[in-house]
């Protein structure tokens, strides 16, 4: 038995003004923290043998508030940009409901939301998990498989591609997924990595 909990990062700056972020290195909110500091108590119980980010601060910061909350900040932590947030490209920095009213509702959503369609200058989740499902692959379930309980502190979008997979969604399933920040979500594995169970801690 092994237990993967994967943590969108707390609010971050451009979370709270409602801009795109992707790549850029935005700080977490106050509020941000605190997300933090309450998604560490709800998992206080599970003993981690490794944890994963992404490169980007909000999610390492984000991590280590955890690590220091559940009293585990020797555990190995591998960082990589594969766990990154998706790119926004051209889109990076604006408002979104300023970017709504120039190219309109439908197309941001579409942007936002869809599989395959990317913003300008940008990645569509097809093309972030294009990266994080290998990196996932090859790192994160060899683990699982060794019975290892694995903490994940990502975004949105890296994390969107991974539940995808673990969940089995359609295309048009996982235009409907959206993964609040600072909640986690825990998947208990089998041996043979079937997942027995999961729960979304968010009460």
């Known amino acids: 038995m092994a237990l993967l909990v994967l943590i969108r990062h707390g609010e971050s700056q451009w979370n709270l003004e409602n801009r795109f972020t ?13 997300e933090a500091r309450r998604a560490g108590e709800k998992i206080r119980h599970i003993r981690f043998d490794k944890a994963y980010t992404s490169v980007l601060q909000r999610a390492k ?12 900040e020797g555990i190995p932590i591998a960082y990589d940009q594969a766990l990154n947030e998706r790119h926004y490209g051209d889109l990076q920095g604006l408002n979104k409901a300023e970017t709504a009213e120039k190219f309109g509702k439908e197309q941001v959503h579409l942007w936002r939301r869809s599989y395959d369609v990317a913003p300008p200058g940008g990645e569509s989740l097809k093309d972030t998990a294009a990266r ?20 994940v502190s990502a975004h949105g979008n890296s994390l969107r591609s991974i539940v995808m997979e673990l969940d089995r969604l359609t295309k048009e399933q996982v235009m409907e997924l959206n993964l609040a920040t600072g909640v986690p979500i825990v998947y208990d594995f089998a041996p043979d990595l079937s997942i027995t169970s999961k729960q979304i801690l968010d009460g």
């Open 22 to 34: 992707g790549w850029v290195d935005v700080g977490l909110t106050d509020k941000g923290r605190q």
């Open 61 to 72: 910061d984000t991590l280590d508030i955890v690590l220091k909350i559940i009293g585990q």
């Open 132 to 151: 994080t499902l290998p990196y996932f692959r090859a790192h994160i379930l060899p683990d699982l498989r060794a019975g290892k309980n694995v903490l």
